[in-house]
């Protein structure tokens, strides 16, 4: 019975992952299209709340589960361990890492491109380590990706903006 329960709170842990992933995607999709036209309505503001209501359940399904799953496996005999592997412990701490980015980014104390590249590559990589849990990669391995992976998407990100902010210009021109 304990395997299954475990088994089930896996797919917990990875729906609150898919959760955060759907989101933050909307999130930064919502502040793209406000930053383009430099103003925000109240229509993208009440879209951008929303949001947040996937964001707050997607980290909560996410440490609940993460915690029950530590507790059901201490207690299965000659299981396999999920919570032993790197890649449960990543995404545990990219879980730490979404909350505190996104303290940080509420109280302006971090820059916007910096936090949104960090929750948006955090949600994704939890839900990319979900879907390939045999990823042949150390703790330290995966968090440098991360990093590596958050980089990337921050100059992603810029590039984007900018070509749509020059695109809405030489159309009000």
Same mark, same amino acid.
């Given at each position: ?47 951008? !709340? =929303? ?12 440490? /609940?589960?993460? &915690?029950? @799953?530590?507790? +059901? ?55 990319? !380590? =979900? ?12 968090? /440098?990706?991360? &990093?590596? @992976?958050?980089? +990337? ?21």
């Amino acid at each position: 019975m304990l395997p299954l329960i475990a088994e089930a709170l896996l797919t917990v842990h990875a729906l609150g992952a898919a959760l955060g992933v759907a989101g933050v995607t909307f999130a930064e999709m919502f502040y793209t299209r406000a930053v383009v036209d430099e103003k925000i309505d109240t229509c993208e503001k009440k879209h951008i !709340l =929303h949001t947040l209501w996937a964001l707050r359940w997607g980290v909560m399904v996410t440490v /609940l589960s993460g &915690v029950a @799953l530590v507790t +059901v496996e201490y207690y299965i005999p000659n299981a396999v361990q999920t919570v032993l592997t790197p890649s449960f412990w990543v995404i545990q701490t990219l879980t730490i890492v979404v909350i505190v980015f996104g303290v940080l980014i509420s109280r302006s104390q971090v820059p916007w491109w910096l936090g949104s590249s960090a929750t948006f590559t955090a949600w994704w990589m939890m839900l990319a !380590l =979900h879907a390939w849990r045999g990823v042949p990669l150390s703790y330290v391995g995966l968090l /440098l990706l991360y &990093v590596i @992976l958050t980089l +990337v998407v921050a100059c992603v990100f810029h590039y984007l903006r900018t070509i749509l902010k020059d695109r809405e210009e030489r159309s009000r021109a």
